[in-house]
């Protein structure tokens, strides 16, 4: 098995949020909050994000997610923003960049919204 080079990691924001109904968010837990959901508010960003947590094994190679209908350097740039809003996480393995989705981000997402 190849050596796995960690790929420097931006600030991880953690979803941290009791359900919308359980009580107001603070003003950090709205900044937090808000930044997620900015970060899907991008079309092409949410597309990446869905075909990330919905690849086998839960993590998936840049190479195999590429074909989003943009350029290369804008799929990196949208991954970008996914790890700094603290939705993915990313390891470098050789040439290839491999993206998980933070495993605590879709329960708190899910939570959040639900009753």
Request: glycine residues 6%.
């Amino acid at each position: 098995m190849p050596n796995a080079v960690e790929a420097p990691e931006p600030a991880v924001v953690a979803p941290c949020c009791p359900p919308l109904t359980e009580r107001p968010l603070t003003a950090a837990e709205a900044e937090r909050t808000a930044r997620m959901f900015k970060a899907l508010g991008d079309p092409v960003r949410l597309r990446l994000f869905s075909l990330v947590a919905s690849h086998e094994g839960g993590e998936a190679c840049v190479c195999d997610i590429s074909d989003v209908g943009v350029s290369q350097p804008t799929v990196s740039h949208h991954l970008k923003k996914l790890r700094e809003a603290g939705l993915l996480t990313s390891e470098r393995r050789g040439t290839w960049v491999y993206y998980r989705v933070e495993p605590s981000v879709v329960t708190a997402m899910g939570q959040m919204l639900g009753r």
